[in-house]
């Protein structure tokens, strides 16, 4: 969920979204950087664009795919601002930022007259539109 205001000007599907967040996190980061080690910056981004923007499951509920596809860069940007924030910020910790990661599990059939327990093979993972850790150093 997003504060109703930025929802209004577009959400996620708005690239000053994502820069808000930056301002947000500098807020947080001045307030809280002394004390917090690790930093996750935005929950399951790929969650967020797909099931907020295209098949409206979560906030803030829209199924549309272009609005979907406009968010999930902004989604993306925003923990790298975020994270660029932190660095500035807080220099001399040991803080990191992280964006949490939405991993599902993907069968494939590798033998469709096997039973089921070997009809199915982990070939990858879905929905993880993230690159990982933004480490400070």
């Given at each position: 969920d997003l504060p109703q205001p930025l929802q209004d000007e577009g959400g996620w599907a708005a690239r000053t979204t994502a820069q808000t967040f930056a301002e947000y996190a500098s807020v947080v980061v001045d307030r809280l950087g002394d004390r917090i080690p690790t930093w996750t910056t935005l929950n399951e981004p790929f969650v967020s664009a797909n099931h907020g923007y295209v098949t409206g499951e979560h906030a803030p509920g829209i199924r549309s795919l272009r609005p979907g596809f406009a968010a999930s860069p902004h989604l993306l940007l925003a923990p790298g601002l975020a994270g660029q924030v932190l660095r500035?910020?807080?220099?001399?910790?040991?803080?990191?930022?992280?964006?949490?990661?939405?991993?599902?599990h993907i069968g494939i059939?590798?033998?469709p007259w096997a039973g089921r327990s070997t009809?199915?093979?982990?070939?990858?993972?879905?929905?993880n539109s993230t690159s990982g850790t933004t480490s400070r150093s």
């Open positions: 500035d910020t807080a220099p001399g910790t040991a803080s990191r930022a992280e964006t949490s990661r939405h991993l599902d059939p590798t033998r009809r199915r093979r982990s070939v990858g993972c879905s929905g």
